[in-house]
């Protein structure tokens, strides 16, 4: 069974074959802020399990199933990070929850955020309810609710 951790490494591996063309040991470690003997611990294992291919000179290469399982995690975390910025969240924070967000989620909810993602980003306009809803952050109040309040 593939854990969290496994995942991501498995995301990791993607992102630096993505930026460099390939992903060593070093990388990894690096990326993922951990020693090099837990890259090579755990690299071995991805390999046992036909994850990755691990050559001690050439390094880390997904296989097309490991590659598949990073995609959909790389997926799931750009979509939350993504919503996360809609809704205000500090880049910094959202790129953080989004790695802890994005295990165990099923397929139904990370298409009904993308969803929204795109929704919001395709407005032609900034769209009104964010305005509100921003208003609302600072103020705790439905900017609404006072125009509803003057009719009374
Ligand atoms: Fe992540």
Redesign the pocket.
Known sequence: MLTRKGE?YL?AILNVTEDKGYARIKDIAVALDVKSPSVVEMVKKLDKMSFVVYRKYDGITLTEKGREIALI?KDR?DTLKAFLEIIKVPEKIAEKD??TM?HELDETTTKQIKNLVNFVKSAPEYPQWLKYFEQFCTTGKHPCEEKTHRLK
């Open positions: 991501d995301e995690i975390h989004a790695c994005e």
